[in-house]
């Protein structure tokens, strides 16, 4: 048994819990919503095995490295941490319905690392060669996939409240009466962004001091540290605009969804269309 | 006049306590950081140049877009929030430090309407310790006050974390103070040295040449490669030098990067490599290849060498390591030029631990390369910064008041007890739907109690 094979199941692991949430969507019948989740929990489980197979496998292979050292393996990580915040949301929140947006952009990471990226195990460039390494991504990922998950909820909620705008009289009905109240949306948009700005500042806070430790700046304006401020600039106007009145509902939705298209172009567009330090990320 | 100056400050003061100038700074600054990504800082590559016209470089320099972060309205941006959140802490912190450190200990009628949690019982006087006993133990050690005889338990959990906001701001603070030392009192610079020579003076990123008061000498450069021709480890022996004698524990010290070598505050890292061109001398050996009898030569790069016989040979290109290029391959190689009499030249590579492909090939002579006595040198970065662990106090600062802030909640609880009756109420600053589960469980215990 290989890892690929592990992260092809996986990947449709995650297809057939998207289905399964869909169909929930559309039924209302729970044991699809039960499916569902036990899809995704079921994939993640055989993705932590496949992460850990492929780390065994480059040890096999001489390299032995912790496998977050490029594009492929970074959206399989990242894919990872976005089913585990959910799981964790799911678990403690019970809105199990908030899947059924989450699921997409783990099955999307999984099925754009599986299709279009390159999974060969390479060796770590001497730049890579150092411990920060962990904690700087795995704190990172797990930032960047609360603010996936809130970014979802955020989806969520302004479907929802244009639903309820538009026939303000009667219910909202169909698909949409599935989703938590708006309030409730809105509050647990708060709380995934209040889980992943702790992790983000952990993020640039390790990697500024691997940046310190490698090259001798803490701080050098690179495109990747630049767009990673970005991104804490945003979530923390969000977070101080949440304390002021107006700026809770479709406000706070948009700045969400905002901040994860930021977050999205730190992670992905400054490798594909900036030039940098973080360079060996976009490797193909 | 008196008012309308007074007016002005106030509305002056109001503005830099607003929430709404933290949020456009914050925005402000997210977008404006945007441009620095966008177009290049510091050193301008010609062939960017090449693509913009001449009005909008000229506007782009006029608007320090090419050095933006340390532009005077970056700066002033950062400025603006530094005074921002220094304002909106002196007027918040105040009000929020007398409530932890002067909490109501009274639960009158006032306190009572303002919390949303109370439970109200049947308790005799005598059950006073019994309750004082239930609070220690669900919040903390409580405290007794007595008013027109009624008693008057208040118990709280947390006080401090209403503190982790400012300890946010302030750690904000203490990583700028950091930053500001870094740039005062320290340098980032550059420098070459080649194998078997040392250094005592770097250069900063604008060529200005800085003296340091030790010498660094480069013993050996040397680069590893996988298997796969990619580089594994790039490693300088560095020693450092007092008065041209070594520093005991810091004689060749291994340097990679990854692992830098700290001596009197400065680091040097190891950055980048390359050959020291001048003077190099290659060594060749060349035979007939029916009849033997070999020949040793040397040859300087771009330099044409006759053999005997009237061929004549030029060094083209060489590499200590040629993995990097042909993974099947390893160790020294070097491409030749190779004109025999009244015929065309021909070009082929040559290696040193691989003498049988040259044997394979065809032609008149067997040219073998045996290495060169060309040396490295190695380019290190060399960093002094006396600010940085203000930087990682400041991190450390941050990170803790965050954790404050958003992870741990202010419960106050208070006990009335008197005329045969009690009153438990309580509230939290945080996450209102776990506390008022938690007050649930309390109020089912004080049923049982």
């Given at each position: 048994?290989?890892?690929s094979?592990?992260?092809?199941?996986?990947?449709f692991l995650?297809?057939?819990?998207?289905?399964?949430?869909?169909?929930?969507?559309?039924?209302?019948?729970s044991?699809?919503?039960?499916?569902?989740?036990?899809?995704?929990?079921i994939?993640?489980g055989?993705e932590?095995?496949?992460?850990?197979?492929?780390?065994?496998?480059?040890?096999d292979?001489?390299?032995?490295?912790a496998?977050?050292?490029?594009?492929?393996?970074?959206?399989v990580?990242f894919?990872?941490?976005?089913?585990?915040?959910?799981?964790i949301?799911e678990?403690?929140y019970?809105?199990?319905?908030?899947?059924?947006?989450?699921?997409?952009?783990?099955?999307?990471?999984?099925?754009?690392?599986?299709?279009?990226?390159?999974?060969?195990?390479?060796p770590?460039?001497p730049?890579l060669?150092?411990?920060?390494?962990?904690?700087?991504?795995?704190?990172?990922?797990l930032?960047?996939a609360?603010?996936?998950?809130?970014?979802?909820?955020?989806?969520?909620?302004?479907?929802?409240a244009?639903?309820e705008?538009?026939?303000?009289?009667?219910q909202?009905?169909?698909?949409i009466?599935?989703?938590?109240?708006?309030?409730?949306?809105?509050?647990?948009?708060?709380?995934?962004?209040?889980?992943?700005?702790?992790?983000?500042?952990l993020?640039?806070?390790?990697?500024?001091?691997?940046?310190?430790?490698?090259?001798?700046?803490?701080w050098?304006?690179?495109p990747?540290e630049t767009?990673?401020?970005?991104?804490?600039?945003?979530?923390?106007a969000?977070?101080?605009?949440?304390?002021t009145?107006?700026?809770?509902?479709?406000?706070?939705?948009?700045?969400?969804?905002?901040?994860?298209?930021?977050?999205?172009?730190?992670?992905?567009?400054?490798?594909?269309?900036?030039?940098?330090?973080?360079?060996?990320?976009?490797?193909? | 006049?008196?008012?309308?100056?007074?007016?002005?400050?106030?509305s002056?003061?109001?503005?830099f306590?607003?929430?709404?100038l933290?949020i456009?700074?914050?925005?402000?600054?997210a977008?404006?950081?945007?441009?620095?990504?966008?177009?290049p800082?510091g050193?301008?590559?010609p062939?960017?140049?090449?693509?913009?016209?001449?009005?909008?470089?000229?506007?782009?320099?006029?608007?320090?877009?090419?050095d933006?972060?340390?532009?005077?309205?970056?700066?002033?941006l950062?400025?603006?929030?530094?005074?921002?959140?220094?304002?909106?802490?002196?007027?918040?912190?105040?009000?929020v430090w007398?409530?932890?450190t002067?909490?109501?200990?009274?639960?009158?009628?006032?306190?009572?309407?303002?919390?949303?949690?109370?439970?109200?019982f049947?308790?005799s006087?005598?059950?006073?310790?019994?309750?004082?006993?239930?609070?220690?133990?669900?919040?903390?050690?409580?405290?007794?006050s007595?008013?027109?005889?009624?008693?008057?338990?208040?118990?709280?959990?947390?006080?401090?974390?209403?503190?982790?906001?400012?300890?946010?701001?302030?750690?904000?603070?203490?990583?700028f103070?950091g930053?500001?030392?870094?740039?005062?009192?320290g340098?980032k610079?550059?420098?070459?040295?080649?194998?078997g020579?040392?250094?005592?003076?770097v250069?900063t990123?604008k060529?200005?040449?800085i003296?340091?008061d030790?010498?660094?000498?480069?013993?050996k450069?040397?680069?590893?490669?996988?298997?796969?021709?990619?580089?594994?480890?790039?490693?300088s022996i560095l020693?450092i030098?007092?008065?041209?004698?070594?520093?005991?524990?810091?004689t060749?010290?291994?340097?990679i990067?990854?692992?830098?070598?700290t001596?009197k505050g400065?680091?040097?890292?190891?950055?980048?490599?390359?050959?020291?061109?001048?003077?190099?001398?290659?060594?060749?050996?060349v035979?007939?290849r029916?009849g033997?009898?070999?020949?040793?030569?040397?040859?300087?790069?771009?330099e044409?060498?006759?053999?005997?016989?009237?061929?004549?040979?030029?060094?083209?290109?060489?590499?200590?390591?040629?993995?990097?290029?042909?993974p099947?391959f390893s160790?020294?190689?070097?491409?030749?030029?190779l004109?025999m009499?009244?015929?065309?030249?021909?070009?082929f590579?040559?290696?040193?631990?691989?003498?049988?492909?040259?044997?394979?090939?065809?032609?008149e002579?067997?040219?073998?390369?045996?290495g060169?006595?060309?040396?490295?040198?190695?380019?290190?970065?060399v960093a002094?910064?006396?600010?940085?662990?203000v930087?990682?106090?400041?991190?450390?600062?941050m990170?803790?008041?965050?954790?404050?802030?958003?992870?741990?909640?202010?419960?106050?609880t208070?006990i009335?007890?008197?005329?045969g009756r009690?009153?438990?109420?309580?509230t939290a600053?945080?996450?209102?739907?776990?506390?008022?589960?938690?007050?649930?469980?309390?109020?089912?215990?004080?049923?049982t109690l």
């Open positions: 048994m290989s890892s094979l592990l992260f092809n199941v996986t990947t995650f297809l057939i819990s998207t289905i399964l949430f869909f169909a929930y969507m559309a039924s209302k019948n044991s699809l919503g039960l499916g569902a989740s036990l899809a995704a929990f994939g993640w055989v932590t095995l496949a992460i850990i197979l492929r780390w065994k496998e480059s040890y292979m001489g390299h032995g490295h496998p977050l050292s490029n594009l492929y393996e970074s959206v990580f894919a990872w941490t976005i089913i585990l915040i959910y799981g949301i678990l403690k019970k809105h199990r319905i908030i899947g059924a947006f989450v699921l997409p952009f783990a099955l999307l990471g999984m099925a754009w690392a599986q299709l279009g990226l390159n999974s060969g195990i390479e770590l460039v730049a060669q150092s411990n920060w390494l962990l904690y700087h991504v795995i704190t990172c990922f930032g960047y609360a603010f996936a998950v809130a970014c979802a909820i955020s989806i969520m909620y302004l479907i929802k244009r639903s705008g538009e026939n303000s009289t009667s909202a009905g169909g698909m009466s599935m989703f938590p109240a708006i309030r409730v949306l809105d509050d647990l948009n708060y709380k995934s962004i209040m889980i992943g700005f702790p992790l983000l500042t993020g640039i806070v390790t990697g500024a001091a691997w940046a310190n430790y490698a090259w001798g700046t803490y050098s304006w690179d990747k767009w990673s401020l970005i991104v804490w600039f945003v979530y923390a969000f977070l101080h605009a949440r304390i009145r107006g700026w809770v509902g479709k406000r706070a939705a948009w700045l969400s969804i905002i901040g994860f298209a930021a977050t999205i172009f730190c992670y992905i567009g400054v490798n594909l269309f900036l030039s940098g330090l973080h360079s060996y990320g976009g490797g193909r | 006049m008196s008012t309308k100056k007074r007016t002005l400050t106030e002056l003061w109001d503005f306590c607003s929430l709404k933290s456009s700074l914050l925005i402000g600054l977008v404006t950081s945007i441009i620095g990504t966008v177009i800082q050193n301008i590559p062939e960017y140049l090449q693509t913009i016209s001449e009005a909008k470089f000229r506007l782009y320099q006029s608007l320090s877009f090419f933006m972060y340390h532009s005077w309205w970056f700066m002033l950062l400025y603006l929030l530094t005074v921002n959140l220094v304002a909106c802490s002196i007027k918040r912190l105040p009000h007398k409530m932890v002067e909490p109501a200990l009274v639960l009158d009628e006032s306190l009572e309407k303002s919390l949303s949690l109370t439970y109200d049947k308790a006087s005598s059950e006073l310790d019994k309750l004082k006993g239930f609070l220690k133990a669900e919040i903390g050690e409580p405290v007794l007595e008013r027109d005889g009624v008693f008057h338990l208040f118990a709280q959990k947390n006080p401090w974390c209403r503190l982790g906001v400012y300890v946010v701001h302030l750690s904000v603070i203490v990583i103070i930053a500001l030392i870094g740039s005062f009192f340098y610079a550059f420098v070459n040295i080649v194998e020579t040392y250094i005592d003076t250069f990123a060529d200005s040449p003296k340091l030790f010498g660094v000498h480069c013993e450069f040397s680069v590893e490669y996988y298997k796969t021709g990619a580089p594994k480890e790039f490693k020693t030098l007092e008065n041209g004698q070594p520093v005991k524990g810091f060749r010290i291994p340097v990067v990854n692992d830098p070598l001596y400065i680091t040097f890292y190891q950055s980048s490599y390359g050959q020291s061109g001048d003077g190099a001398v290659y060594h060749f050996n035979a007939l029916i033997g009898g070999s020949t040793n030569f040397n040859i300087k790069k771009g044409r060498v006759t053999l005997s016989g009237g061929a004549t040979l030029e060094l083209l290109e060489s590499t200590q390591d040629v993995r990097q290029y042909m099947e160790g020294p190689a070097a491409k030749v030029s004109v009499p009244g015929k065309s030249p021909e070009s590579i040559v290696f040193k631990n691989h003498p049988e492909i040259e044997e394979q090939r065809r032609g002579l067997v040219i073998q390369y045996a060169a006595d060309e040396k490295l040198y190695t380019g290190l970065q002094k910064d006396p600010g940085v662990w930087v990682w106090f400041g991190c450390t600062l990170v803790i008041g965050i954790g404050m802030a958003f992870f741990m909640s202010h419960q106050r208070w009335r007890l008197g005329n009690a009153t438990l109420a309580g600053n945080k996450n209102p739907a776990a506390f008022e589960r938690k007050f649930e469980e309390m109020v089912e215990k004080l049923k």
